[in-house]
């Protein structure tokens, strides 16, 4: 099947959008409860691949790996379907652009997804993560301590910026994050979707970017294995600033320049039979 063109991507942008919204509560909720898990996945197995790799011999290699490995968690989003709030603060948005939803609308959307994308992040982080030795703490062996080890130089580089450093690497973070779900639009198939996801994602982690979801599996992982030095309200002053960051980069960046470049006065046209409505 031929690609979509930028003007169909976003009338679908906007149609996704809007059926987000058009959802019991407890849908929402259990969409957003799996996307939380699929990323806090990708970000176990770009932990896993990553340990080990002494900076002083790979350089900055190991973050390339890992944002390889981190690619899986939207991708798992993506093509299984749920509901992943960074993906939503481009997209639901660009449906109240569109006239199609309110103001209240996202805000309520958002607020549910990014509770949603908690509780699956942090059940990963306990139970799959630190319950299972996959990440080991300071007493570990092998494997278990090179993870542990990883685990704790990210989480505090994540908490070690300033605040305005934080808001800016959000803001990077889900520009690239929102491009990666744009772009997965322009295919039909899984094969393109994966491709499309791929670069944007990598690039964002091995910039060392902030996402909101992924860090509500970084930190909580880290303060339950027992790293130093890093609490609750270290979790909770990243989680804010990022998330405000990722919702600047996304809404601004790309919901309003892409609704400017190809929605604004333009007629809506129908493309929810097209296929069913992509999700991220």
């Not at 939380?36 to 002494?54: E, H, K, M, P, R």
């Not at 060392?208 to 303060?223: E, K, L, Q, R, S």
Request: glycine residues 10%; proline residues 3%; contains cysteine.
């Amino acid at each position: 099947m031929s690609a979509r063109e930028p003007q169909e991507m976003a009338q679908v942008a906007a149609e996704t959008g809007a059926k987000k919204v058009h959802r019991t509560w407890d849908r929402v909720l259990v969409s957003a409860f799996l996307a939380g898990a699929y990323i806090s996945f990708g970000a176990l197995v770009a932990i896993t691949v990553s340990s080990g790799l002494d900076p002083g011999t790979w350089g900055t290699l190991p973050t390339l790996f890992m944002g390889a490995a981190f690619t899986l968690g939207l991708v798992l989003v993506l093509i299984a379907g749920s509901d992943l709030a960074t993906g939503n603060m481009m997209l639901v948005p660009l449906s109240a652009m569109r006239g199609k939803i309110s103001a209240g609308d996202v805000a309520k959307n958002l607020t549910l997804v990014l509770l949603g994308n908690l509780v699956g992040a942090l059940f990963v982080a306990f139970f799959l993560a630190v319950q299972t030795k996959v990440i080991g703490d300071s007493g570990s062996e092998g494997s278990a301590l090179l993870t542990y080890e990883r685990l704790a130089s990210i989480a505090e580089g994540k908490t070690g910026h300033t605040a305005w450093e934080t808001f800016l690497r959000g803001v990077g973070c889900n520009w690239l994050v929102c491009l990666a779900v744009w772009m997965s639009l322009a295919s039909k198939s899984v094969s393109g979707k994966v491709l499309a996801i791929f670069f944007p994602v990598m690039a964002f982690v091995a910039m060392g970017f902030d996402h909101v979801v992924a860090n509500m599996f970084f930190i909580p992982a880290a303060i339950w294995a027992g790293v130093p030095d890093i609490g609750w309200g270290d979790a909770l002053y990243n989680w804010l600033l990022a998330g405000v960051g990722n919702l600047v980069g996304a809404v601004l960046f790309v919901s309003t320049s892409y609704w400017y470049l190809f929605l604004k006065d333009q007629p809506d046209k129908a493309t929810a039979a097209e296929e069913p409505a992509e999700r991220a």
